[in-house]
């Protein structure tokens, strides 16, 4: 169901995940119409532009571009054009010895990919730096038709997964999904999870996990 939440402006929230659901974690697809805006958060937030143009504390950010707004940042999000943003909030838990991030800003494109494990068929973006001050990570994997991971995974992170584009199968615990552009999936600690891309485009997939903590 689409509905604006409490600190929304000519916008609704899709909410995929959040606490009340079992989640560490809130994920949700913000729709803008033109001007739309979300207001700050306490929390730390990071964006993804899946559609569209907004500014980002004052950054303007089109498709592909994203930004990580530290806990108790005062930025607001407000579209240009009718746009759609993926959105991921959660509180942050600090370490004494390392001091907490600040804002960043990026675009997808601009992120070197790396092959996952030596398979050139399947890379790996990482859009946050794999620094401890980051108590999560967010990553945009693309496979090539018919490459899949390596093996079955089973740990402690949980996951957020937004399908951007192509589609393949998912397996989660001892079941079978197939998933396209749109699906998302929250994956919780220690579910075994694997996938594999069918079809003849690539599949690429926005995952978030909690890290270093």
Not at 11 to 18: G, K, L, M, S
Not at 144 to 164: D, I, K
């Amino acid at each position: 169901m689409r509905a604006p939440l409490p600190r929304m402006r000519n916008a609704t929230a899709i909410v995929h995940i959040n606490p009340a659901a079992g989640a560490a974690f809130t994920q949700f697809t913000a729709v803008f119409e033109p001007d739309g805006e979300l207001a700050p958060s306490a929390l730390q937030r990071f964006v993804y532009v899946l559609e569209g143009k907004a500014y980002v504390d004052k950054r303007l950010l089109t498709a592909g571009g994203y930004a990580y707004l530290p806990e108790g940042h005062h930025g607001v999000v407000r579209a240009v054009v009718s746009s759609r943003l993926a959105v991921i909030e959660k509180p942050y838990f600090s370490l004494a010895s390392v001091a907490a991030p600040g804002i960043l800003f990026g675009k997808e494109s601009g992120v070197p990919p790396h092959p996952l494990e030596g398979d050139e068929a399947v890379e790996v973006r990482t859009l946050l730096p794999a620094d401890a001050a980051f108590d999560f990570a967010v990553n945009i994997m693309t496979y090539q038709p018919g490459a899949s991971l390596p093996m079955v995974e089973s740990h402690v992170m949980e996951h957020g997964l937004l399908m951007l584009e192509g589609g393949g199968i998912y397996r989660l615990g001892n079941n079978w999904y197939p998933v396209s552009g749109g699906d998302f999936i929250w994956m919780a600690p220690f579910c075994p999870q694997w996938f594999g891309a069918l079809g003849k485009k690539p599949a690429k997939y926005l995952i978030y996990k909690d890290w270093n903590r």
